[in-house]
């Protein structure tokens, strides 16, 4: 796993012979497959990666306040298969100092242009310096959508003044268009082994967060090889309701892509687990927490073959963090949200424009 270090702590870190240091921060916030694939992309540049994670008062002074705590941030990051080092309480804009401490020849960053509270380019030094890289900013998701999301589907009484008018390409991205290739570039699974412990988790998954993370760590003391089965949107609907999930199936499958502790995924997987589903993938035990009753449809129990075999766990994984606790979240300080929606879209919408006219000039990338 990916080890900690502190941007406050009095250190530098030498750089080695032969190893690329590549440094790519972020807020991280309500992590997702754009995310992932940012840090994806930043450590085929290299060959270490150190994530930067801004704090929460960071992020609040440079684009309002973020939705998890930082080290619900931190724990989301580790568990991403491409970073090797997390530095926490990364400074929103780094320098070529920052480089130069964690011993990083170049930082990586997406296409679009990343502002400070004050209107300066976050990387403004490290672009003039040449240490800067550009990756592609991901389709289809952003923080900024997956809150609106919530606000549209659980909150009725949305005001007309709180509805975003002003969009970019950045921020309203449309849907996840996934193709055999990009499903490719996440994907480092293996088969497994006759030696291997097969473990089966099925679930929705859906806004992968700390609560996946800890259940996904806390399952592996009974084996060591985990298959996920990822739920149908429409299988999620039926023991959700219609509001469910938030995140699409392509959406929620690179999520779990992204996860080191995920060897591999059944996707559309089917919602009664068979004598022959556990053949077929020689299933030695399946997992579940402790909210198993929640994912009943019409009061048949899913987990009823494994149970018959003794090969059923219900796991705690010590974490009560929830998608409903994130969505309670959201509306709890809703106000704050749909006004942080609101200033990141129209901040959007002056870079992008800055983003053009540099673009035009050659000077964009």
Known sequence: ????????????????????????????????????????????????????????????????????????????????????????????????????????????????????????????????????????????VSTTDLIKRILSRFEDDQAESDQITHTSPWTTMGDCWLTSHIIAQFSSLRE???????????????????????????????????????????????????????????????????CKYIDNIVIEAPYNITNDFLERFKIDVVCCGKLTDSMQINGIDPFKEPKCQGKFKIVSSGCSFTVEKLIDRVLKDRTAYMKRNRDKVKKEARQYDMWQKLQANGEAK
């Open 192 to 258: 497994s082994t006759p030696s291997d412990t097969v473990i089966y988790i099925p679930g929705a998954f859906d806004c992968f967060h700390v609560g996946h993370i800890n259940f996904l760590e806390s399952v592996r003391k009974f084996g060591n090889y985990v298959i996920v089965g990822l739920y149908s949107d429409e299988t999620i609907r039926k023991y959700k309701g219609s509001k469910f999930p938030i995140m699409t199936l392509q959406e929620r499958l690179l999520c779990a892509l992204a």
């Open 1 to 140: 796993m990916a080890f900690i270090l502190d941007y406050n702590d009095n250190l530098k870190i030498q750089p080695e012979p032969g190893i690329s240091r590549v440094w790519c921060d972020g807020c991280f916030d309500m992590m997702h497959y754009g995310h992932a694939n940012a840090l994806r992309q930043a450590k085929k540049l290299g060959t270490f990666l150190i994530a930067g994670i801004h704090s929460s008062d960071e992020i609040k002074r440079h684009k309002g306040p973020p939705v998890l705590t930082l080290e619900e941030r931190v724990k989301l990051v580790r568990s991403v298969k491409w970073v090797d080092q997390v530095v926490i309480n990364a400074p929103y804009a780094p320098s070529v100092n920052t480089l130069d401490k964690f011993g990083c020849d170049f930082c990586v960053h997406a296409e679009d242009i990343a502002m400070t509270a004050e209107g300066v380019d976050s990387y403004a030094e490290i672009k003039a310096a040449d240490r800067y890289r550009y990756c592609n900013r991901t389709p289809g």
